[in-house]
């Protein structure tokens, strides 16, 4: 399988976006896939996430400059097939220098190149800043497929409709022409309440297919496991959110066998933007 770059986004904060990145990748390390996750949000929970400490100098800031190779950044994590190229403080400045760049959207593209020929890593997934700044941009411009998880409130809806609008102009643009939403992910269900019900509902009415069948719960199990440096399935193996997980890193293998859903958002989904 040629290596399959997956930018998880969202621009809205806490809607859950880290943590699929984090637990994600470690369910699909511990299917057997080589994984790479690139942290290139500035708060680095992503990094500690997975009990790694935020190094000064540690992150993909010069790589993306192209003052050196990301091989220099990759770390372990202590987990078989999980490698990580951590984040820092300094990827704030990232935001500026890239800007002032040639080809400031690629340069995520170019950096990733030699780890797509290595075959180093069979998936890499790239956790992004909650915005849709230069950062984010460049990984939407190297990602072959965009995940995005939202959470299970109303307000979470409003900007799913960007994300789609903005990868579908790179594509129209040329930027990244081959750039496909994965699906929606959705996150911090609470069955207790009728919201989160409603919520899934409504999204699935919009998106049909594109949405995930796996729903990730609101659990203080998964909310702990970053404070230890842990994927939820190390913390608590045997919790509904460490199984949630693992389904949902099936149904990501079963859509990458099964090739691209497309970027079109089905109709109605415009609908979003007018809330």
Same mark, same amino acid.
């Given at each position: 399988m040629p290596t399959i770059v997956i930018a998880v986004a969202n621009q809205k904060g806490g809607v859950g976006k880290t943590t699929t990145a984090v637990n994600l990748a470690a369910c699909l390390a511990r299917l057997g896939k080589r994984i790479l996750l690139v942290d290139i949000d500035p708060q680095a929970n992503a990094t500690s996430g997975l009990g790694l400490s935020k190094t000064p100098g540690a992150s993909a800031y010069r790589a993306l400059l192209g003052q050196e190779p990301l091989d220099?950044?990759?770390? @372990?994590t202590g987990r078989e097939c &999980?490698?990580?190229?951590?984040? $820092?403080?300094?990827?704030? @400045? *990232?935001?500026? $220098? +890239?800007?002032?760049? /040639?080809?400031?959207? &690629?340069?995520? %593209?170019?950096?990733?190149?030699?780890? %797509? !020929?290595s075959g180093r890593a069979e998936l890499v997934l790239v956790d992004c800043p909650p915005s849709l700044g230069i950062l984010t941009l460049n990984a939407f411009a190297a990602a072959d497929r965009l995940l995005v998880p939202i959470q299970c409130e109303y307000y979470a809806l409003e900007g799913i409709s960007t994300i789609t609008r903005i990868a579908g102009q790179l594509r129209e643009t040329g930027v990244n022409p081959d750039l496909e939403l994965m699906g929606v992910v959705m996150t911090m269900y609470d069955g207790r309440t009728r919201l989160s019900p409603q919520v899934v509902a409504e999204v699935r009415q919009h998106f049909g297919e594109l949405v995930?069948? !796996?729903?990730?719960?609101?659990? !203080? %199990?998964?909310? $702990?496991?970053?404070?230890? @440096?842990?994927?939820?399935? /190390?913390?608590?193996?045997?919790?509904?959110?460490?199984?949630?997980?693992?389904?949902?890193?099936? $149904?990501? +293998?079963?859509?990458?066998?099964?090739?691209? /859903? @497309?970027? *079109?958002?089905?109709?109605?989904?415009?609908?979003?933007?007018? %809330?």
């Open positions: 220099a950044r990759i770390v @372990g &999980l490698e990580i190229v951590p984040a $820092e403080f300094d990827m704030c @400045g *990232a935001e500026v $220098e +890239l800007s002032r760049l /040639e080809n400031h959207l &690629l340069r995520l %593209r170019f950096t990733l190149e030699p780890v %797509r !020929t995930f069948d !796996t729903v990730i719960p609101r659990t !203080t %199990r998964l909310a $702990e496991a970053p404070s230890f @440096g842990k994927a939820i399935i /190390e913390y608590d193996p045997y919790s509904p959110a460490a199984s949630a997980y693992e389904v949902l890193a099936q $149904e990501v +293998l079963a859509r990458i066998d099964s090739g691209p /859903e @497309g970027m *079109a958002g089905p109709p109605g989904a415009s609908l979003l933007s007018e %809330r």
